[in-house]
Each structure stands twice: as C-alpha cells, then as structure tokens.
C-alpha cells in the first residue's frame, strides 16, 4: 500500500460569527453614516463561497466633495489647531480599540478578503495597529524627528487603498496623516471596504473630532473624484502601476502632492551557500503568503545552477503539504483569490506561461466547488523574456530561474521596469551587502522575506512608484518643510 506522507489536520475554523456585519454600509462623513446622493450601493461579496456579505454606498463627486468639505472644515478647525500631544491621544486611543476588536476585525478581514485567518490575525491587524501606535509617538515630537525643518501639516489629504491588505493599507495611510496634523478622505478598494467602515466605527468611538476622517466607499470613478478635487492637498495612492500613471498625469498641471505606492515584481536570489530549508521556507513565504496578493511578492526566483535541482525538488515537497481551502480554517496556508477578475488575470499568466515553455508545477489539492481559488503554482524552464518573469501576476505563480555569476544575478534581477523589493539568502555577511546595494529596489530582505516594520519605510523605484510610507520617511510625506 502506498504511503500517505501528507499531513491532515482536522478542521479548525474561526467562529465568523463573531463578525458583526451590517446589512448595508453608508460613507463615514463628519462623523456621520451618510447614504450615497445617487442611493447607488454595491455588494461586497465572500470570495470563498461568492455569498453577498453586505451592500455598500457607492461614492460619486458630490460624496467626495461633502466629504472633502467636511475634511476642509475640521483642519480650519480645531484639528488643525490642536497641539501634537492632544492628536497623539486620539491616535493612541485609535490603536487600543482596535487592539481590543483584533478578532472580530481578522474574521471580516479574512470574510472580505479571502486570506487566510492566520494571515489576519497574526500579521495584518496586529501590524495596523502598530502603525497606529508608532506615529502617535511621533505626533508631539515632530520638531525633533525634523530638526530646523519646522514642520507643518499639508491640509486635506486623499487617500486611495487596494484590496491585498486593506486595514492595513488604511493604518499606512490613515496613521501618519493624523499624526502629522492632516485632515484624511480615503477610500477603500470595492471589493473589501468592510475593515474600512469598521475602521471608520473605532474612529468614531474614539472620540475624533468630526470630519477629521473620512470615508468613502465606492470604485475608480470615486477614487478619481478624489484625485480631481480642487480642494484636496495631498494624493497617497496605492494601486496598479496603470492607474498611477494616470493619476500622475491628471495631477500633472496642480500644486498637490502625491506619493505612489505601486506594482512589483521582486527578484529572491538564491546563493550556493544558504541555509536551504530556510531559504524554502523563505521562497514559500515571499510567493504564497496571502495567495501572491502581495505588491512585493517574490514573484522572480534566481537560484544558483550548484544548488538549483536541490531548492526545486525540496521546493516542490514543501508546496505539496501548503493548505489550500476555508480561509476562516486556522490550518488553511492559501486562501481565496479576491475576485474572479483577478483569478481569471492568473489563470491568463499561467496559460501563458505554458505557451511560452515553461514547466508548470501544481501540487494536487482538494479545491472547494464554490468561491475562487488557485493552487500554489510553479514554473521552471523560464527565460528572462517570458511574460511570466516580466510582468506582475499578483497570484501564486512563482517563475524560477537559475544563474551562475553575481553579476549575472543582478543584471538578470535589475531587467525589470519594477523596483519594489528584493530578497538575497546568502551565508556570508559581505557577500550578502555587495549584492543588496547593487539591487534597484527600495526593500531588500536578507535571509527573510516580506517582514514589515512601522519603523522602517516601505516604497518602490521606477515604475514601483515613489514616496515612503512607515519611518520617519512616511511622515514626512505628510508635511511641509
Ligand atoms: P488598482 O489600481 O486597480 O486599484 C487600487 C485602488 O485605486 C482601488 O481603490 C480602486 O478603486 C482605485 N482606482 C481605480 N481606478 C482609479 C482611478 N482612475 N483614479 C483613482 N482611483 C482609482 O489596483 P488593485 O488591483 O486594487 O491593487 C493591486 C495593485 O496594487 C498591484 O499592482 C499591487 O502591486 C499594488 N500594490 C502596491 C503596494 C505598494 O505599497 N507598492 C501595496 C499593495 C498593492
């Protein structure tokens, strides 16, 4: 009888009714629920099971302008003119509460989403608290964070998120801007509003002082009204590559800022001497984490041809135990694609990939009939010019390559009109700095992957965009000096 090396846990699924989820969700404006002025709404949908969780307000130029008006309002008013230390308070009070609702906002989190409970829980709500916590500090400090620059806030900032890690986003956006004095109008992506309006119910808990911040749900148009209103200081986008340039050019002829957090396709160089498993490990967690929804994913692997049959073979064995299936389970490793737009664009590339002549890998695994998924995917035999290396998937679709040189390594790694992040798995110290300084990327990780720290700026080269966010870097964006 052939052995079953394969582990099976029992199930463990997360209680979803924790989650409280209303029937219908209004903007948050002024601190008030404010239907939509065209009555518009859309749904938001469990990517698991395609079941409606909750029907939204769907934003349009006279929501965005209320909201705008409100945001003016409140920075002319007493959030402007409020001291460092009272704005740091309100942070700090921000962060607590959502320390307290952790589980509940994992669970909507992961309903919305489709990633995995564990994902949620140990890395995306705890982080965005953190964000939270880490600027307040920051807000009566800003004369000795910027020493001579005597810093000032920029007025109303609109703030535009994508779907990956939506609280998340919102903290990195939301955060800083509070912190540094600015009035905020930000809008979630369409299809995972909820941890924003949920967001939006903690700031209004906390006591925030109206219109402050603000929230906008709906679509491109609506996210386009922000970036077209007069009114508005500051744009921070974080999105597609494609809707950041065209952000750029309708601002082009304006005094506003903007900063753009955008699309990668980050190189993970494998050295001769690693550590392998932990270099596996390191592979798995770069490309599969959050099902490869991930602006840094290390979608491009370099390994070197001494150790390259080893890392694919130990590769594929670890591939073949990843969970893939219920996000609410705790096991689950890889959960749900986001839309069937975004698993229709996968199953494009991995079609694409074929053609091209590249060996596909896939592990066999038991997939739920209903909700949109995909297996953790592998291909080797790649070449630097296949659409697969070049462009930015954003699923679980790794494409391995080997080399033999350094320089051909970061030659091969730099050849991309991205320049996120990187990571380089390496046993010696120098050889590792050599290479991360050569590497045209804004994060280079070494001997990890995909780790994120308030305290460190996170933010792209080329055509990843420019401007911070986290560090001092991240407030910054948010000041004029
Ligand atoms: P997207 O650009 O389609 O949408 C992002 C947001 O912009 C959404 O809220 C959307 O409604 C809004 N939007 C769409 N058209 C708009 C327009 N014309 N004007 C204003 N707003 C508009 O991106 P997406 O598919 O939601 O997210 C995935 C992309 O985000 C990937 O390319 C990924 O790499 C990138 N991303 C980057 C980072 C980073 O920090 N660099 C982080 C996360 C995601």
Known sequence: MKKNTNWEYAPAPEAAKIAKIAKRYDHFINGKWTPSQSGKTFRTINPATGRKLSEVADGNDADVDAAVKAARAAYEGLWGKMSGRERGKYIYRIARLMQERAREFSIIETLDGGKPIRESRDIDVPLAANHFFYTAGWADKLEYAFPNRNPSALGVAGQIIPWNFPLLMAAWKIAPALAT?????????????????KLAEIIADSGLPEGVVNIVTGAGTTGAAIVNHPDVNKVAFTGSTSVGKFIQQTIANTD???????????????????????AVEGIVNGIYFNQGHVCCAGSRLFIQESVYEEVIWKLKSRMRTLVVGDPLDKN??????????????????????????GDMYQPTCKLPSAGNWCPPTLFTHVTQSSVIAQEEIFGPVLAAQSFRTVPEVISKANNTPYGLSAGVWCDKGARLFQLTTQLDAGVVWGNTFNQFDPASPFGGFKESGFGREGGLHGLAAYLEM
């Open 332 to 357: 689950t490793d890889i959960g749900a694609i986001n839309s069937k737009e975004q698993l229709k664009t996968i199953q494009k590339y991995i079609q694409l990939g074929q053609e091209q002549g």
């Open 181 to 197: 004095g600015n009035t905020v109008v930000l809008k979630p992506a369409e299809t995972t509003p909820l941890t924003a309006l």
């Open 256 to 278: 506003k800022r903007v900063t753009l957090e955008l699309g990668g396709k980050a190189a993970n160089i494998i050295l001769e001497d690693a550590a392998i498993d932990q």
